[in-house]
């Protein structure tokens, strides 16, 4: 009898465990969905040297050309100042990724310039602090509200850099800037290389592109340039100071290999550095001339075909 029941009890259970656990399936799948919903990626652009856009509005690209322009998912303008120093430049890049490379969200970044630079400050010194969590909804001053939570550093895919200058420009040395501005003291080949642990990028990858397009400051600047920086710095090319790098054919210096491999002569990258295009065909010069153009826009198609 009290077999029967047993036998009598299970079978009167086992219908109701079977909605229940569909019902916690159910109830998974949609807090699943959720999460995967309110999840955004967005593309931070981060200027380099000189004025253009105003600081703290991520709508403003007047620094790269037409705002219209495709430039990656959800792109958002970096802006700075492009005169003061680095250190206190690094508090607007924070703000940036604050708002929306925390949390759910995910970034990917293009840097130029001296944006490389800032954007290596900012990583190797900050990148393993302590960061709330916002609701990528920013004030007019670029930054956004807690929405509950902290994290360490930031939700970073990679960075692609056209023309960086994180290992500095030789006009810097010779005073070709106005030597006032704060961010040309920084811009110093010996400067830029000792400012921070260029190897320590939070194991994010930086995708650098080098272009060649350069002719009026050729006696300042070794090897291949731009106009503005030479291939040591734009090719992330490690060391105290400066070198003579070239495209391939070239027989009066070394050449900048491509990917992660030391360069002819044994120097070597940095950590997390990769030079993905090399200017062969000496197209393209430093200045996106405010309409995504020079070596700005060979980064910026790249960026339209993989950030999203």
């Not at 995504?292 to 993989?306: C, F, K, L, Q, S």
Request: aromatic letters at 12%.
């Amino acid at each position: 009898m009290s077999e029967e029941i047993s036998m009598s009890e299970e079978a009167s259970i086992n219908p109701r465990r079977i909605p229940y656990a569909l019902y916690i399936f159910c109830t998974l799948c949609l807090l699943l969905a959720s999460t995967v919903a309110g999840a955004t990626n967005y593309t931070l652009w981060i200027n380099g040297r000189s004025s253009g856009g105003a600081p703290g509005n991520y709508s403003d690209f007047r620094y790269w050309g037409p705002a219209a322009t495709p430039a990656g998912i959800n792109k958002q303008a970096v802006n700075w100042d492009g005169r003061s120093s680095i250190a206190s430049q690094s508090g607007r890049v924070r703000d940036a990724l604050d708002c929306f490379c925390t949390g759910q969200n995910w970034c990917y970044i293009a840097a130029y310039s001296a944006g490389d630079l800032l954007l290596g400050y900012t990583l190797a010194n900050y990148g393993g602090s302590a960061r709330t969590v916002t609701n990528a909804s920013a004030n007019a001053s670029g930054v956004c509200a807690a929405s509950g939570g902290v994290q360490t550093g930031w939700n970073l895919k990679w960075v692609r850099v056209a023309a960086g200058a994180a290992g500095g420009s030789e006009l810097a040395n010779v005073g070709a800037w106005t030597t006032s501005e704060p961010l040309v003291q920084d811009l110093k080949t010996s400067t830029a290389r000792a400012m921070y642990n260029h190897n320590d990028t939070r194991n994010v990858w930086f995708y650098r592109y080098a272009g060649a397009r350069g002719t009026a400051y050729s006696f300042v600047l070794p090897g291949q340039d731009d106009e503005v920086v030479a291939y040591h710095s734009s090719g992330g090319v490690a060391g105290n100071a400066g070198r003579s790098l070239c495209n391939p054919g070239d027989w009066l210096c070394d050449d900048l290999r491509l990917g992660t491999a030391p360069n002819q002569g044994s120097s070597v990258k940095w950590s997390w550095h990769s030079v993905v295009f090399r200017d062969d065909g000496e197209r393209f010069n430093h200045y996106g001339d405010g309409n995504w153009a020079g070596i700005i826009g060979v980064m910026r198609e790249a960026m339209v075909n993989t950030a999203n």
